[in-house]
Nanobody, 130 residues
Framework: QVQLVESGGGSVQAGGSLRLSCVAS????????MGWFRQAPGKEREVLAV????????HYADSVRDRFTISQDNVKNTVYLQMNRLKPEDSAKYYC????????????????????????WGQGTQVTVS
């Protein structure tokens, strides 16, 4: 089993920055990808970025590619999402997730966008941009 604990959400003015953190515990052998997602009220869940825990390869949704950065510290079992130049449209509940996906690395973002592969989820942290 994998447990995920998120932190770092809050309120920020447009143009500001936040860094979200997600600490993973449990069986590290059951996750080889970590990802960040968000969902605003009345909208579909959206994948933002994924990272392979072994190699560190990253993939980003086009909507956040130039502003958000996913990174990891495997010693601390922590994944981060650095969010810069935030916009009101970024307001949402942000979730980290983990999965064990035996697929090619260039496929994982598409699978995540389709709601596949990520079986472990954090509780979410609210981000509000005004």
């Amino acid at each position: 089993q994998v447990q995920l604990v998120e932190s770092g959400g809050g309120s920020v003015q447009a143009g500001g920055s936040l860094r979200l953190s997600c600490v993973a515990s449990g069986d590290t052998g059951k996750r080889n990808y970590m990802g960040w997602f968000r969902q605003a009220p009345g909208k579909e869940r959206e994948v933002l970025a994924v990272i392979s825990t072994g190699g560190g390869t990253t993939h980003y949704a086009d909507s956040v590619r130039d502003r958000f950065t996913i990174s990891q510290d495997n010693v601390k079992n922590t994944v981060y999402l650095q969010m810069n130049r935030l916009k009101p449209e970024d307001s949402a509940k942000y979730y980290c997730a983990a999965g064990l996906l035996e697929v090619a690395d260039d496929v994982v973002l598409r699978l995540a966008a389709a709601g596949k592969g990520f079986g472990y989820w954090g509780q979410g942290t609210q981000v509000t941009v005004s």
